[in-house]
């Protein structure tokens, strides 16, 4: 038997699960009855099926007629492989073999294409880490599937948003039908971080692409973040081997496969394909499998845009241009948004459309810390606002009485999840410390507030009082009052002090003499980074002037260094024999300046 025929013996499908209610809880109100809305979560698996077994049997066409108008300035054709001469913009083809991986195969390809199209870089990401750290096997970060059993694009986001990808296949090579491991042989080095996993929203569940708006999006998509991963349906039956072409019209209702849309081509003929079910319309997505470079043209096909599941769960994983220098993540929610809350106005019988959410966190040292970023997971379709806000250094048992300091207001206009860069970095107290994000849809919906729950498909999801909390236009409410295993879905990520090392380069300190230092950086990527360097000058141990200077550091290697220099301005009654200078190199952050740096003086070059 033909080893590839296997793929389907070994591929399964989580079907829709229906969870038990979450019940409707009244929530005390000044004017209004606030009331959660229940939500019927969803799971749903993308898995490997049969590749194509050549056969003349083919299923009839159901009786379509799709208009297939197309608008916009999108080029008529375009490939990522070819958009820049000798140059790709994809990844090598790869074989998942008998494993039901695709769901791997297809997200590490398109977060690989995500690197070469923003930044020219070449990764080879390993597959075998995200399909062993995700498996039932890595405990309370794991979700209910076997090593080589099935996932989706929430599996994926939730193992990148938790900083545990993605790693080089070099660190953890990929093997067929390996056997579980331990969790702690999943902690590999991590090379590059999530910057946002953009979920684009279907207009309809099936035939999506004959929507002329979502055809166009998803082009764009392509064009602006490389390969964009998406389910299918794979049924044999429907693949044409002669032309590598595929269009299903039949009846199943739910998909089995993920694969990557690199590319497009308006003028791809109907008649490329067989007429027991060939489309109404020319038109076709290029897309990219992972069972190896003898299936189709060299491990490629071309899928009809009237296909029933073409381009249906898409998605975009854009990654950070370079690696963030994280002191800390905090976090209570490793397996990521698998539910939502909503809330009405029973008064006026009209939905909540701005909500709170927050978690309250123990810082992990007594160093100082500063917000770097926060995760956030978007679950509304259409524009929603946001403004997260930060307090630290009170009693949030209550949740009274707090002081918030906004930190960071924006939009956010599709569905998924965004790491969001906090300006300034604001400093984190020591002890306990609290991070809301406000949300606003701008349009008569619910507001839906992402949250991590326990079901079958995340066993290990858990919550304890006093973590998360919710508010309407009420007082907060702790999430557990509203299911026992809920957290909301938010992640804080800390920095630093210092991310570089410097000295004083100059022996003598003189009024009106140039004071020479060194800044130095090991293992520093080749982009530019904004940095400062705050020199403090001493009289004895007494900081008699703290001057701080912008510098961009942009490393040429492993090591690099620069130089900068400053002349001081000291006052004659100072003894300058018993002066010294100390130097520290800080984030671009005016809190961490003026900490370092009580009685500032800036010094401009």
Not at 29 to 50: G, K, Q, R
Not at 95 to 111: E, H, K, P, R
Not at 191 to 207: E, Q, V
Not at 508 to 531: D, E, H
Request: aromatic share 12%.
């Amino acid at each position: 038997m033909n080893v590839k025929n296997l793929r389907g013996d070994f591929a399964f499908l989580f079907l829709l699960i229906t969870i038990n209610l979450l019940p409707n809880f009244s929530v005390a109100a000044t004017e209004d009855a606030i009331v959660l809305e229940p939500n019927t979560p969803t799971e749903y698996s993308a898995i490997s099926c049969d590749p194509f077994v050549k056969t003349d049997t083919f299923k009839q066409q159901e009786n379509l007629e799709f208009p297939m108008n197309r608008t916009g300035n999108l080029p008529s054709s375009y490939d990522l492989r070819t958009a820049t001469p000798n140059f790709w913009y994809v990844s090598p083809i790869r074989d998942q073999g008998t494993d039901g991986t695709c769901w791997a195969f297809a997200s590490v390809g398109a977060i690989e294409s995500n690197l070469l199209k923003a930044s020219g870089l070449k990764y080879n990401f390993s597959e075998s880490n995200l399909k062993h750290a995700t498996s039932l096997d890595a405990g309370e970060w794991g979700f209910n599937r076997t090593t080589n059993d099935g996932g989706n694009r929430d599996v994926v986001t939730a193992y990148l948003a938790r900083l545990q990808g993605m790693v080089l296949e070099k660190d953890d090579p990929y093997v067929v039908g390996d056997a579980s491991r331990p969790n702690s042989e999943n902690k590999k080095p991590v090379s590059m971080y999530l910057d946002k996993a953009i979920y684009y929203p279907a207009p309809t569940s099936y035939y999506a692409c004959l929507d002329a708006n979502y055809l166009s999006t998803i082009k764009q998509a392509v064009l602006d973040n490389g390969a964009v991963a998406f389910s299918m349906y794979w049924d044999k039956n429907y693949y044409f081997d002669l032309n590598s072409c595929y269009n299903y019209n039949g009846t199943v209702n739910s998909t089995s496969h993920l694969v990557c849309i690199i590319g497009w081509d308006d003028q791809y003929s109907r008649y490329n394909f067989p007429e027991s079910h060939r489309p109404i319309s020319d038109g076709a997505f290029l897309v990219r499998n992972s069972w190896g470079t003898d299936f189709g043209e060299s491990g490629y096909f071309h899928l009809s845009y009237e296909d029933k599941f073409a381009a249906v769960h898409a998605t975009s994983f854009c990654m950070k241009a370079e690696r963030p220098s994280y002191k800390n993540i905090y976090q209570y929610d490793p397996v990521g948004a698998n539910n939502y809350f909503t809330f009405t106005n029973t008064t006026t019988n009209t939905p909540v459309t701005s909500l709170w959410y927050a978690n309250v966190f123990q810082t992990k040292s007594t160093d100082n810390e500063y917000l770097s970023s926060v995760g956030i997971y978007n679950q509304n379709v259409g524009d929603v606002s946001y403004t997260v806000s930060i307090s630290s250094g009170t009693d949030f048992a209550s949740m009274t009485s707090i002081s918030w300091k906004p930190v960071k207001s924006g939009t956010l206009s599709q569905p998924g999840y965004y790491n969001i860069s906090i300006p300034n970095s604001p400093l984190i107290q020591s002890g306990k410390f609290i991070v809301n994000v406000r949300i606003t849809v701008l349009s008569d919906i619910k507001a839906r507030v992402p949250v991590e729950q326990r079901m079958s498909f995340a066993p290990n999801a858990s919550a304890e009082a006093g973590q998360s909390y919710i508010k309407s236009n009420t007082g907060w409410t702790d999430a557990t009052n509203y299911n026992s295993s809920a957290n909301v879905c938010l992640k804080v990520f800390t920095v630093g002090d210092v991310e570089y090392t410097g000295n004083i380069l100059s022996n003598t300190i003189r009024n009106g003499k140039a004071i020479s230092y060194q800044v130095s950086c090991a293992n520093q990527t080749t982009s530019a980074k904004s940095i400062v360097a705050c020199i403090a000058l001493y009289e004895d141990k007494k900081m008699i002037g703290c001057y701080a200077k912008p510098h961009t550091f942009t490393a040429v290697n492993e090591f690099s260094t620069l130089t900068g220099s400053f002349i001081p301005n000291i006052s004659s009654d100072v003894n300058v024999n018993k002066l010294h200078a100390k130097l520290i190199v800080l984030n671009p952050s005016y809190a961490g300046i003026m900490r370092y740096c009580p009685n500032l003086i800036p010094f401009l070059p």
